[in-house]
Each structure stands twice: as structure tokens, then as C-alpha cells.
């Protein structure tokens, strides 16, 4: 084995971490018989050799030395290695990202590209593992095939025939997975494959089975779909609750694609586009498979071949297998200070007490398939949140977070019954629970006397501390803080007592509003105990930002000393927070007008800005702040410039005389500067016309804009029927996807713009027909 290794310039090459010298180690720790090693070196594959799915000429000259591996039957945890290779191999790269390559990128480019074609060159060797005596091998096989094989038909034909003969119920699984990956990644075949998951679905002998086929075919040929889907599915949840074992019959007790030495989902390369492994909507978005293009060499795909040798299921599909074999570790689980090993170890603790941990993972492909059928996803989770079974809850309060994350609906049941889990003694659950309605904002209202209910039976969790970093609010206190509840008010109370405030404090007493007003003599003196060293911003500007949501103009002289003694370690920030403070208190902030006009003498900075945005609030001195203003306008730092664009547009009709430079600033090309311009262009002038042209043309071009452009159209007054804006605010009203939904990610805040963004929509519309304002 590994003839050759010792010959190749290893020094010469490159991973993530500096010279490759060290991979030959690695490769030959893959084959130790001793299991920690084995991890050490899985995870040094992935860390750096296959870090983050990059590929590199050292990962290319590895590709021969991991094919050797896996079809050693004396090596263990081959498993690992399977989906290793099919981790490097599986990236495609179609038309557009091609477009899209950069002159740097194009060695990394090319890297892929020749990855891909150096493990298809070998794939056929995942035939004969297919039927290989380690399980943790035949596990990882069919997802390799259908990943990497370039004849799909010949693919297809051996999970049909391997189905019928294979004792492991979660190979059983990949093998239908494998097969509705086949139809995503060759669209011609998806009619086919799913009359065959039709059938599965309906005649397999387990229902862990029929689940999987269901999960297959909503994402490859979701028109397939019974129509009952949702009591469909519900039924084979409760089959596998009852059998024997606690879920699925089958005393399946180990993880998902962590049997057998596999690495955990979590911990392998995500180029692979497994269902197994996180989808896009559990970490915040949608991610169901690309469909790649064909290789030049790849093989047709002809309809009749396909039904002549392929997917035409034969009685031999459906024949139940007798014993139904979990999938069993060959060989000892180590804890292994790896990556690797803590999310083999998280994820052990995880399905702890679980018969099919396998099962959420189908739930989470079956959502991802349903897509924007929000209602029957809703009503699937709503029976899932009724299950007695714990684990399936956790699993359900999680993926109702991403449905609403990324999808408009009515979701009043749902999130009762995620309110419910609060009161579960299991801590996963409840904490889960409290996450995923802190992230609602308004939309936790039904969970709301759930969420009392959980603060009043304690301070535990109320305020989390991290060693590394200022304490936070726990999530409980946040939800019910964002509803402007005024039962989160000892809460708050107790975290401003804390030696260090926790940062978050600020935005919960905006969100809270006038309720929080019992709050302002606490902020106050807490403010004038901050120390002003190089500390003071972290310290004072949760508070600084609670008293600018109350608008407590009783707080100037507390807020005037932070002015005057912002050290030099981030002084700018915290005189612009305090700046900001002073001008929402308006005329009670009268005092600090000698100090704001000595600030106006630096003109161009991003203090004489602020200070002169707080000047017009309290006092309305136009023509002081005007010309600072103007000089703002032409810093050479965009977000200066933006800063004094929206302070101009305060001073409305008063700044009429900067219209030709807000104007010209209509065809910058910093997006945001655009929009600010464009909105305080309307304010000085008031004629709508060439600013409504120009913020519906950055609608179109960016999602990120539509919240600030909206403020603005309401502000105008009604959307005449006829207007340019009434169908582009329509259309976002009858969209069901939210508008900031993203692929991979989400941000905390999401809901509340997106719901933010409908509001205003209607809003906007009152006036201009029937049916605008639903």
C-alpha cells in the first residue's frame, strides 16, 4: 500500500495550514489500526488537506492513496474514506460559475475541476463496495455512485437490486437516497425514479422505508406526492413510535452516517449534496441539490433504456427482508480531541435514548422537497410538536424555526405549540423552544403567556455569561421583550443590576417601548458609573442605546459627561451614540447645544455630522447645521456621506438647496448611498417622481434595500392604482418566499424585516383598490 508516497514532493504543496509535508502521515494514520489515530488523521483531512471543501494539489495527489484505502478490506472506518472522496470529487462547477471566475480563482477552479474528474475516472470500484461486508462501507457507496458515476442508468439498476438483499435498514435508507440524488442530478431520469419511490413509498415492508421514499420523491418529483401527504407521513411517524425499539423496529441505536467510523454529517466536506447531512433550511435557508451539468463523456440517458433496465420496480422490490440488521461500528468509537470526534460525541449525546435518529433527517429532506407548500409543512410540524416522542419534538421546534425563517404563512398553531415546549423538563427542548421565538418578534404573540410563564418560574437563564465576551440576554427574556411585553420588566430590572450590563440590554428596551419607561432612572445611573477608559463604549452603549429608545431627555447631563470624556480607544463610536442620544431627546436636550456647536467646527467628520443632525432635532437651528451638512455630503468615506444624506433629509424643505447634489448622487454606484440620497431627495423637495423611479429601479436589483424604499413609499402617501410602485408592491405581497431568505444563512433579524417589509407594503397600497391590503 502507498507505493510511491515517499516519492512525491509532498514540501512542495500546499493545504490550508502551510506546507503539505505532513499529509503522508496523514494518509497513513487512515489506515492505523489504532482508532484514535484513525480520527486524527480523518480530521487532519478535513481540517486542512479538504478544509471547508477546498481542494488543493496535495488533495489531488491523495485521490490514488484513498482509493487504495478503500478497497483494502483490512483497513478500517473505509466508510470515512468513501465519503472523503466523494467530498472531493463532488463539486461541480456549471455555466454560470464558470462566467463567474475570477483571475484568482481560476487555479482553484481548475483544482476542482480536476478532482472531479480523477475520482469519477475511479468510481467504478463503489460498485463493488455497494455489496462490501462492512456496513459503515455500504453505507457511504451509494451516495459515492450517485455522486461521481457517470452512467446513472447502470447506478440505478444497482440500488434496485441491491434494496431487496440489503440487511441494514439505514443503508436500505442511503440507497433510496442515492436514487433520488441520481434524479436530481440527471433531470430525465426524475419521471421514472419517482413512479418508483411512488411505489416504495406505498408497498416497502418498514415504514422508516416508505418515509425515506416519501422524503426522496417531494425533492426529485414532488408531483408525486399523495395527495394526503401529511396524515401519510404522520401515520408512518406513529408506526415507527410504536414498533419495537421505541421508533423504527429495527434497534437502529446508531447515528446517521456515524456508524461504522463515518464521520458525522456535521464534520464532512457539504460539497457532497448529501440529505444526511444539515439541509440549508435548518441552518436558515433552503438547499435542495443542484442539478450539475453532464460531463462530455457522460452517459445519454434514454427514457426507455431507463424503463427497460433501471427503475421499473420489479416484485423483487418489494419483497420484505426478514431480519432487518442495524448498522453496527466495526471497531472501537473513540473520544478523540478532534473535530471529528466532539461532533461525533455532540451528536451521540444528541439521539441519546433515540431507536431512528435517521428519522429527522428524513423529516428535514422531506421539508426541504414540500418547499413552498408552507401549508402542509405546517400542519406536518404541528403533528410532529404533538408526538410524545421528545426527540421528534427538539427536531420539529428546529425545523418550524427555518420554515418560518424562510417562508410567509400563517403560522398561530405552530407557534403555540412551540410555546408549549417550554414548560418540557427536558432543557434541549425548552431552550430549543425559546431560540427559535426569539427570532419571531411579533409573530411569538401565541407563545406569549408560555414565555411569561418560563420567566416567572425563575432567574435561571435570564442573563447567559460567556468567559470570552460581555453577557447577554437569555433568549426567553429577548422573545417576550420583542413583543413589548411588559412582563419581561424584573428581568431587565435584575440585568441592569449586574456588575456588567449585558450588551443587549439597549435593543430590548427599544423593542419594549413605552413599557420600559420604569427603566430610565436605572439606565441613568448606571450610565454615570461607567468609567470612561478604553471599556466605556462596550459599558455604555447598551445604555446609551436604552435611553435613546425611551427618548429620556431627563438622562442629558448623564449622557453630556460620556460626550465630553470619550477616551481615544473607539471615541468616535461612542460620541456618535451619544450624539444620537442627545438628538432623540430633542428640546429636553437643550443644554447640550453649546457643546453641540463647538463639535460643528470639524466639519466633515462623522462627529460634526451627527452633531449637527442632534443640533436640528433640539434646536432647529437650519442654518448652523446646514453647511456641515453639506460638507458631509462630499466626504470621501460612504458612509459619511450616507450619514449626511439622511440628516439632510430631516431638515426637509429647509435643505431644498442641496437637490442638485443629492441628485447627482442618484447614479452612484454604492447602492445604499443611492437609496439615502434618493429618499432625502423626496424629503427636501417633495415631488416624488424622479425619487419613486429611482428606489423602485434598487428594489429590483437588491432584496437588502426594500424595507428602506418602502418607509419611504409610505411616506409618500397612498400607491395610486396606477402608479409604477403598485404591481412591485403587490407582487412582494403575493410572494410567498420571505423576501431576505438566503441559501446557507440567516440573519436574527430576518423575520422581523421581512414582516416588516408586508406591513409596510400594506400600508403603502391603502387606497389603491380592493384585495391590497391582505
Known sequence: MFSGIDEVDWASMEHAYGPADDVPHLLRGLASDDPAEREAALDGMYGAVHHQGDVYACTLACIPYLFELVVDPGVQDRGSVVELLTSIGGFDLDEDDEAEIDEDEIEGAANYAMAAAAVTAGADVFFELVADEDPGVRLAAPLALATLHRHPVRVLALLRERLPVEPAEEVRLALVEAAGRVALRHRPLAERVGRWLGRLAERADSPGLRLAALAQLARCSPDGLPGDVVPVVSGLLREMRAAPGGEAGAGQGAERGGVAGTAPAGARGARTGSAGALDGEALGAEAVGAEP??????????????????????????????????????????????????????????????????????????????????????????DQLRSPDRRQRIDAVRMSGGLIRAWRGSYEELVALVGEQLADPDPRLAEAASHVLEELFSLAAPAADALAARLAAGPEGWVRTWAGGPPGLGSTVKALARLGDARVLPALTAALELPRVPHDVGAAVVHLGAAARPLAGALRRRLAEVELDEDAYDRASPLLAGLTGLRAGEAAPEVLRVLRGAPEYRGEWLRTAALRALGSFGPAAREAVPELR???????????????????????????????????????????RRAAAVALGTLGPRAAVVAPRLRALLAHEELWLRVDAAVALWQVTGRAGETTEA?????????????????????????????????????????????????????????????????????????AGKGTTK
Open 598 to 640: 463647538v463639535l460643528l467646527r470639524r466639519p466633515g467628520t462623522a462627529s460634526a455630522t451627527e452633531a449637527a443632525e442632534a443640533l436640528w432635532a433640539i434646536a432647529g437651528e437650519a442654518e448652523a447645521v446646514l453647511p456641515v451638512l453639506i460638507e458631509g455630503l462630499q466626504s470621501d468615506q460612504v458612509h459619511d
Open 293 to 382: 451539468p453532464e460531463g462530455a463523456d457522460a452517459e445519454p440517458v434514454d427514457a426507455d433504456a431507463v424503463a427497460a433496465e433501471a427503475v421499473e420496480a420489479s416484485a423483487a422490490d418489494m419483497e420484505p427482508v426478514a431480519d432487518v440488521e442495524p448498522v453496527a461500528h466495526r471497531g472501537e468509537q473513540v473520544a478523540a480531541p478532534t473535530l471529528v470526534g466532539q461532533v461525533r460525541a455532540l451528536s451521540a449525546q444528541e439521539n441519546a435514548g433515540s431507536g431512528a435518529p435517521w428519522a429527522a433527517d428524513l423529516l428535514r429532506t422531506l421539508h426541504v422537497g414540500l418547499d413552498d407548500r408552507v401549508a402542509d409543512r405546517t400542519a406536518l410540524l404541528a
Open 695 to 767: 428606489l423602485l429601479a434598487d428594489w429590483e436589483r437588491s432584496r437588502h434595500v426594500r424595507v428602506r424604499v418602502a418607509e419611504c413609499l409610505v411616506g409618500m402617501g397612498p400607491v395610486p392604482e396606477g402608479a409604477a410602485a403598485a404591481p412591485v408592491l403587490r407582487s412582494e405581497l403575493a410572494s410567498v418566499r420571505r423576501h431576505n431568505a438566503m441559501d446557507g444563512g440567516y440573519g436574527s433579524h430576518d423575520i422581523h424585516e421581512d414582516e416588516k417589509l408586508l406591513a409596510l407594503c400594506r400600508r403603502a397600497l391603502r387606497g
